[in-house]
């Protein structure tokens, strides 16, 4: 059996990966917050491909500043969750903002985003950005709409044709009668 030093570094070896590997980090406190309410943020996380993480004050504070996060160490008060963004920086961020407007117990309280310490509004303007597939969508749909609208301006003639052509024959049809 490991002793509790043993498991202390594991915890903190496995919170740097984390830490590590994301491409934002989002510090929120959630006291008060329910255990299933606290599944729900991790269910929602996950499927963002990001992690919620929760370990001791003291043992992020050493992992963060074994990772040169030091700023952070003044955001280690009460009980902290670590919402880790590893597919994209915007939809982890996106996911705990939009379920701290859900639910008055989690609070967001700081982040960390391009090896910085961003601050509550910063976060907030990183989750109110599109996501990597929303940006795709867009710059596509830019790309489709010229060619749509010579699509358009090359039918309009032959839909005119067509129409004229309706017309004549419903005419002629009114005189045979």
């Known amino acids: 059996m490991s002793s509790p030093r043993q498991i202390k570094k594991e915890k903190v070896t496995r919170f740097q990966d984390h830490a590590d590997k994301a491409l934002a980090i989002v ?5 008060g917050l329910s255990v299933s309410a606290m599944e729900d943020l991790r269910i929602k996380v996950r499927e963002t491909g990001g992690n919620v993480v929760i370990i001791k004050n003291t043992l992020a504070d050493i992992a963060l500043k074994n990772l040169g996060m030091k700023d952070l160490e003044q955001d280690l008060s009460g009980q902290i969750a670590f919402i880790f963004s590893t597919n994209d920086a915007v939809t982890g961020t996106k996911a705990a903002y939009e379920f701290a407007k859900r639910n008055a117990e989690f609070k967001v309280v700081s982040g960390f985003f391009d090896g910085r310490r961003i601050s509550l509004e910063e976060v907030r303007a990183l989750a109110v950005l599109p996501t990597k597939d929303e940006l795709k969508s867009m710059f596509v749909a830019i790309l489709i709409a010229p060619m749509v ?6 039918t309009a003639p032959l839909q005119e044709l067509v129409g004229a052509l309706d017309a004549k024959v ?4 009114e005189e045979a009668a």
């Open 149 to 154: 609208d010579l699509a358009g301006t090359l």
């Open 27 to 31: 510090i929120a406190d959630y006291k």
């Open 170 to 173: 419903g005419k002629m049809e």
